[in-house]
């Protein structure tokens, strides 16, 4: 029966959309289900069948975030971290792996500086001599570098991890495409039971937080960790190129998916969204 339930699923997944919208296909399957004697039993299997999906894409989702997380922490930890400590103490690395690192330490060196100067301006330091400036200012100096070295180190390592992580994670779903089959039912079903107000609201905040006035701010703050994260120069140029067309390419494609699937399966939501956006 599991087999079975299986094969049902994946034929599921890949019906297509037609003319008929699915609220009105679904009322005359319930009516003509009702009718029918064996009904019940029917029903019980159908209930087989869901908490069957459920537990098997729950388990599956389990799978597909704690995998690749634990395979980057240990990895992290246990593999990349002592090779690459053994190799940047043994050999002469530079501090700096992009020019916005640079930028940044020296805009840092530039303001302890000011701020050592107001300091004596307004009598907080006591002994104001050059020699007593320069000691503070090479602690200061060697303070940013040690920082910035481990920051350059951190991100060669997060290059390598997060490489090993995520062909840990496209391993997964390419071995497992029956998992996959039963999680995309899954996610599809529990869509398309929300409500109408609901799948409206959850489009209204979909596109406002990723494609909306103010999602630009957001996407240069994400594009700015990210390339931190794996020491890539924060390039201002190609922030901005990024921030003025993917939006939009995103945007294009969502509208697209409401005019080429939502219409035809649930067209009240589409109805909803637009009231609830004017």
């Known amino acids: 029966m599991k087999y079975w339930n299986l094969k049902k699923v994946n034929q599921s997944t890949l019906d297509k959309t037609g003319i008929i919208p699915r609220s009105i296909s679904r009322l005359f399957e319930k009516f003509k289900k009702e009718l029918d004697p064996d009904a019940e039993l029917e029903a019980l299997e159908e209930f087989k069948v869901a908490r069957y999906q459920t537990f098997a894409s729950v388990q599956y989702i389990i799978v597909l975030l704690i995998m690749p997380i634990l395979i980057n922490y240990l990895s992290k930890n246990f593999i990349f971290n002592p090779c690459i400590n053994y190799f940047w103490n043994q050999n002469n690395h530079s501090i700096f792996l992009n020019a916005s690192q640079e930028e940044r330490a020296f805009a840092e060196l530039q303001r302890f500086e000011e701020k050592l100067h107001f300091e004596i301006l307004i009598g907080q330091v006591n002994d104001p001599s050059s020699t007593l400036i320069n000691h503070r200012m090479t602690e200061k100096a060697l303070e940013i570098a040690a920082e910035y070295s481990h920051e350059s180190y951190n991100a ?16 997964l779903l390419i071995i497992s495409k029956r998992q996959l089959s039963i999680l995309k039912f899954f996610i599809n079903e529990l869509i398309y039971s929300l409500s109408d107000t609901a799948k409206a609201f959850l489009i209204i905040l979909f596109t406002d937080m ?3 006035f103010h999602s630009p701010h957001g996407w240069e703050v994400i594009i700015e960790i990210i390339l931190r994260h794996f020491g890539l120069p924060e390039s201002r140029d190609f922030i901005f190129i990024f921030i003025s067309t993917f939006p939009v390419i995103l945007d294009t494609i969502f509208k697209y998916w409401i005019f080429r699937y939502l219409n035809k399966i649930s067209p009240s939501a589409v109805a909803t969204y637009h009231n609830m956006n004017e």
Do not use: P
């Open 156 to 171: 060669i390592i997060n290059i390598l991890a997060d490489f090993l992580s995520g062909t840990i994670f496209i391993s």
């Open 210 to 212: 990723f494609v909306g």
